[in-house]
């Protein structure tokens, strides 16, 4: 009798935590559209942006000398960490911390100093724990807005034109549907194909426009930047949605195993109990 009522107990409590992955699973899967939605308005306008770049290097043939394309003589790096606030998301945030140490005990070993600016409670613990030199601004990967990366750029530009950080990184999870590793995406100096110079014999005619090509240029990089920078937040936060839904999705399924298994156990020990009875009582007549 008591071995039945304990795989009875276990069935409950497996029944109990299938209830709690099944709306962590529907959770995941809500704020994965609501980020898909982010990120396909987020496409075109990206697309869109690049061709402005590129427009404006084209028709303006010096502009593409702005200081946030040249290389400055600093020693420095800065390194932008984005992972998860929240685990259970299967391998995400570990695959990000892993990549982190990699590249910093590399550049360590080759004696350049690296600053890690954290976004994310999870790669924050992990740069606190193996004692990194972190930058004190920090970001929440869930919360962040537009505003919020525009003030952060501002910061970093300046830090990288006075000479600070000869190179400013991205560490991320890009959303791919064949489990990719992470991916780091050099933010200063731009070297985006967009802005690339092109020779001078492929340059249209010169134009007279105000204001000046260098500050319509200026603004624009400013702005195609950040927005960069925003894309990237968000495909890290697709990537960590739709890992956090498989994973919930297949302890969802495992609860399903378990219980099928509890309950065959427990419609086992059942009947052993009552035939042992039912011979109990056959003997006690006899």
Not at 168 to 188: A, D, E, I, S
Request: hydrophobic content about 35%.
């Amino acid at each position: 009798m008591a071995k039945h009522k304990d795989i009875q107990r276990k069935i409950e409590a497996t029944q109990t935590t299938r209830k709690i992955t099944r709306a962590m699973k529907m959770v995941a899967f809500a704020r994965l559209e609501k980020t898909r939605k982010r990120k396909n308005h987020l496409t075109p306008y990206m697309a869109a942006l690049k061709k402005m770049v590129r427009e404006s290097i084209e028709t303006f043939p010096l502009t593409h000398r702005h200081p946030y394309c040249q290389a400055n003589q600093a020693t420095g790096e800065l390194l932008i960490a984005i992972s998860g606030d929240r685990g259970l998301c299967g391998s995400y945030n570990q695959e990000i911390n892993r990549a982190l140490t990699r590249y910093h005990n590399l550049k360590e070993a080759k004696g350049t100093p690296t600053t890690v600016m954290v976004w994310g409670k999870k790669v924050a613990r992990h740069a606190a724990k193996e004692g990194y030199r972190c930058h004190p601004t920090t970001l929440s990967p869930e919360k962040i807005t537009y505003d919020q990366l525009k003030a952060t750029f501002a910061a970093i530009a300046d830090d990288y034109l006075q000479g600070t950080y000869h190179t400013v990184k991205v560490l991320y999870q890009p959303h791919c549907f064949t489990g990719c590793p992470p991916r780091w995406v050099q933010l200063l100096p731009a070297k985006d194909k967009c802005l690339l110079p092109r020779s001078a014999e492929e340059f249209p005619p010169a134009i007279i426009q105000e204001p000046h090509g260098d500050a319509v240029l200026a603004w624009l990089l400013d702005h195609y930047l950040i927005t960069k920078l925003y894309k990237i937040t968000a495909d890290a936060q697709f990537a960590e949605h739709r890992s956090r839904m498989i994973a919930m999705t297949k302890a969802t399924d495992n609860t399903d195993t378990l219980i099928r298994q509890l309950t065959l156990a427990y419609n086992r020990a059942r009947q052993e109990s009552i035939t042992r009875s039912i011979i109990e009582i056959s003997a006690g007549r006899l």
